[in-house]
């Protein structure tokens, strides 16, 4: 068990005003905000999907050239469909960005269909664009298709809206990769974070959390000798940063170096606070500790932090859904 990045998914609605009576204005807002909610259900659905291999594409799209065939983490700044059941009419359609602040974005715009000669039209749109925007904020690497040029043309929509200047970074060359390679890292594609992430290390190796940054996407894309390669030097400077102790000790266990790793999670651990967020980290850390001395045959160490394992974690937490499963 890793401590990997939460996958939250944020709705952002924003109001827009209008010229009319108040109590008239209240009440629509209020239709609105019900609207917003059931759609974004249906979004949060839409984007849970995250296996490719698992999804089939239907004729009609594909007869249009719409395919579920890349992850979000391929279509920044990019307009796609989000996936659908097969008896829905209708394509739910946005705009993907990275938001500087607060890393990808999906912003909703509304619904097309495909008629029988592949043609896009814009269907029904039960959320009123002029009344608000409704956006979520994605940390999940869902599916989606791609809208072909042709979409554009005939759904007369821009290579890009008008409001993404808005969202132009402003931060140093360095800064950015760092934060492009953050968010990437986030969404789950280390692979295309280590583009920004390694070239902002070698102009800058002591920019701000490029090194754990770095080190993080090392582990995640299966280069555990590149994350120790990197971390340790900066981990020796900085003892007391607990995230990067634990991304050093499970490059140890991706290496099957057991023996390191059971000091080093050690170490980690006595990082922990003892708020109830520490305890679920040193319970998680308990556990792969636990699992770093089994490899070892060291049953006693084994059973010992085991034990430690679930003695501290919190209710409701991953380790403790562990050794109760089905509790609520």
């Known amino acids: 068990m890793r401590l990997v990045r939460m996958a939250i998914i944020y709705l952002i609605l924003s109001f827009f005003a209008a010229a009319q009576d108040p109590t008239t204005q209240k009440l ?21 999907y995250s296996n490719i291999g698992n999804v089939d594409n239907d004729p009609t799209g594909e007869k249009a050239s719409l395919r579920y065939n890349v992850h979000m983490s391929d279509c920044e700044n990019r307009w796609v469909a989000l996936y659908r059941n097969a008896e829905d009419p209708n394509y739910t359609y946005g705009f993907v960005y990275i938001d ?15 008629d029988d000669d592949a ?26 298709a791609l809208l072909p ?19 132009e970074d402003d931060a140093d060359p360095i800064t950015h990769k760092v934060n492009w390679g953050f968010f990437y890292n986030a969404l789950g594609d280390s692979r295309r974070a280590l583009d920004y992430l390694e070239s902002a290390y070698k102009e800058q190796p002591d920019a701000p959390r490029v090194v754990f940054e770095l080190t993080y996407a090392y582990n995640a894309a299966g280069r555990p000798s590149d994350a120790i390669r990197v971390a340790k030097t ?5 003892p007391k940063d ?35 967020t520490g305890m679920a980290e040193k319970s998680e850390l308990a556990m792969n500790l636990s699992a770093a001395y089994g490899a070892l045959s060291d049953t006693a160490n084994r059973d010992t932090w085991l034990e430690k394992a679930k003695n ?15 509790e609520e």
């Open 28 to 48: 629509d807002s209020a239709q609105v905000d019900a609207l917003a909610r059931q759609i974004s259900s249906e979004l949060l659905t839409a984007v849970q």
């Open 119 to 144: 043609n896009y039209h814009m269907a029904s749109n039960p959320f009123p664009p002029d009344k608000a925007s409704l956006k979520i904020r994605l940390e999940k690497n869902g599916i989606a």
């Open 234 to 238: 900066e981990f020796t400077k900085n």
């Open 149 to 167: 040029a042709r979409a554009l043309e005939q759904l007369q929509l821009p290579d890009k809206p008008e409001w993404l200047k808005y969202y």
């Open 100 to 114: 500087p602040q607060a890393g990808f974005t999906f912003h909703y715009f509304g619904r097309f269909m495909i």
């Open 312 to 326: 501290w974690a919190p209710k409701g937490s991953a380790v403790y859904k562990h050794f109760h499963p089905g």
């Open 242 to 276: 607990e995230l990067l102790c634990r991304e050093i000790a499970f490059a140890y266990i991706g290496l099957k170096r057991y023996s390191e790793a059971t000091p080093q999670y050690q170490s980690c651990i006595a990082l922990c606070a003892d708020s109830e």
